[in-house]
Nanobody
């Protein structure tokens, strides 16, 4: 079982930046696909960004392309989400997710494909 702990959330004004971190424990996640999702009040959880474990392939939701960057440091068992040019509509609880995959090039973008989830970190963007 993999335990995921997110950090780095907070309150920021529109146009600002935050860097979220997700540290995995329990297992080495160098063969796990990783992703970030978010859930705003009254809305369903949605995909934000994902990264494969070997090829470094990434995928982003259209709403964050060009503003957010996902990366991973397997030596630290950590995945990051750099968020720039934040908008009020980015306000949500952000969740880290991980699942083991056999193919290193796979990028997973749906909730049901992930087995392991963190507790989430709140991001609030004010206008």
């Amino acid at each position: 079982q993999v335990q995921l702990v997110e950090s780095g959330g907070g309150s920021v004004q529109a146009g600002g930046s935050l860097r979220l971190s997700c540290v995995a424990s329990g297992r080495i996640v160098n063969n796990y696909a990783m992703g970030w999702f978010r859930q705003a009040p009254g809305k369903e959880r949605e995909f934000v960004a994902a990264i494969s474990w070997s090829s470094g392939s990434t995928s982003y939701a259209d709403s964050v392309k060009g503003r957010f960057t996902i990366s991973r440091d397997d030596a630290k068992n950590t995945v990051y989400l750099q968020m720039n040019s934040l908008k009020p509509e980015d306000t949500a609880v952000y969740y880290c997710a991980a699942t083991r995959t056999f193919l290193g090039s796979i990028v997973l973008i749906t909730i049901r494909e992930y087995r392991n989830w963190g507790q989430g970190t709140q991001v609030t963007v004010s206008s």
